[in-house]
């Protein structure tokens, strides 16, 4: 069922690619020759139909946590520094400063081409293409969100931790904050 799918979608899309006077003849050419690569290697070595996928399944469970807010350790280091200029009890994962909840482009209409143009944020800034800022949310000694922008690499881990100063690495000291699944054995 799958193979046919696959292939049906296939033969439509190079009907439609062949079929578009403004494409060269040359790239229709080299279009049907790809579709026929790909139909022939989906048919005799079809893409396999796991019915588990562990990493699947531990991809669900952080997104789940990173929804919950669950409680982790965020570790901030400066650009050059071996170890962390800042260690907080954190909620979630840290958020990159190009996340945006709006689109960060629009579609512009152009007599006959359609061109994507930058579209500013609902605060009317534009967000960031690339940055290494990230916003850690931390938890202050006295229980309150606590929000810190660092320039430098967060890491974060879901759970209790400290940094060992003598091997420059994270030492988890407790159980994770969220239940996480091990292998199904599939």
């Not at 139909?49 to 469970?61: A, K, P, T």
Request: proline share 8%.
């Amino acid at each position: 069922m799958i193979k046919t799918l696959v292939s049906a979608g296939i033969v439509i899309s190079v009907g439609f690619l062949v079929g578009c006077d403004a494409t060269p003849s040359g790239q229709r050419q080299e279009n049907a020759a790809q579709a026929g690569i790909t139909t022939q290697l989906v048919t005799n070595q079809p893409i396999p139909n796991i019915g588990y996928s562990q990493m699947r399944q531990n991809l669900i469970e952080i997104e789940t946590a990173e929804d919950k807010g669950v409680q982790t350790t965020s570790f901030i280091f400066g650009n050059f520094s071996a170890d962390p200029v800042q260690i907080c009890p954190s909620i979630g994962v840290p958020i990159p400063n190009t996340a945006s909840l709006s689109n960060p482009e629009q579609a512009t209409y152009t007599g006959s081409a359609t061109y994507t143009t930058p579209q500013m944020d609902p605060n009317g800034v534009y967000a960031p293409s690339a940055s290494s800022g990230t916003f850690v949310i931390c938890v202050g000694a006295d229980g309150k969100p606590n929000p810190v922008y660092a320039e430098g690499n967060v890491h974060t881990v879901f759970g209790p931790a400290v940094w060992n100063r003598q091997t420059h690495s994270v030492e988890m000291t407790g159980p994770a904050s969220f239940k996480f699944t091990a292998s199904q054995g599939r």
